[in-house]
């Protein structure tokens, strides 16, 4: 069991890893190992993650969660695979314990009346500077 928070635990059995070739630089190594890791968890289907975790997972993952509900994430950040095997996970993890927190419900505000005089007086000040400024003659 991987733990995320205190309640909220995800099995091994959940995660599934491939292994793909990484681009960028590394020489013949890069060319021949498999060293980048992709790491899929299917949100949508697993028993161990609450629906409203799975709803702000959904808003915070974007582009990495596909229609299905599977989150995808590729680490080849280092040029080992368990490097990039750990990467994955942690950053797995990372994006669901960011997706337990609560976010408190904004309030709105109204400006004070002092911020609007000096929106006012600096927007005044702007125009006078403007408005100060001539035309340019022929014999200037």
């Known amino acids: 069991m991987i733990r995320i928070t ?8 959940e995660l599934e ?11 013949q190594n890069v060319n021949k190992v498999e060293t980048a890791v992709q790491l899929r ?11 409203e975790v799975f709803a702000r997972l ?8 596909t229609n299905d509900g599977v989150v995808i994430v ?3 950040r280092f040029r080992s695979q368990d490097r990039n095997r750990a990467d994955a996970l942690d950053r797995l993890v990372e994006l ?13 505000t109204r400006p004070t009346l002092a911020s609007k005089r000096r929106r006012i007086e ?3 000040q702007r ?3 403007k408005k100060a400024r001539g035309r340019v003659g022929p014999g200037d």
Do not use: C, H, Y
């Open 17 to 27: 890893e491939s292994f793909i070739r990484s681009p960028g630089p590394g020489g």
């Open 122 to 124: 600096g927007k005044k």
């Open 96 to 108: 669901i314990r960011a997706a337990t927190a609560v976010q408190k419900p904004r309030r709105p």
């Open 41 to 51: 968890f299917d949100a949508g289907r697993s028993p161990n993650l609450p629906p």
């Open 74 to 76: 590729t680490a080849r």
């Open 6 to 13: 205190n309640s909220i635990s995800i099995a091994e059995s």
């Open 127 to 129: 125009g006078d500077t």
């Open 58 to 65: 959904k808003g915070l993952a974007g582009q990495r969660m």
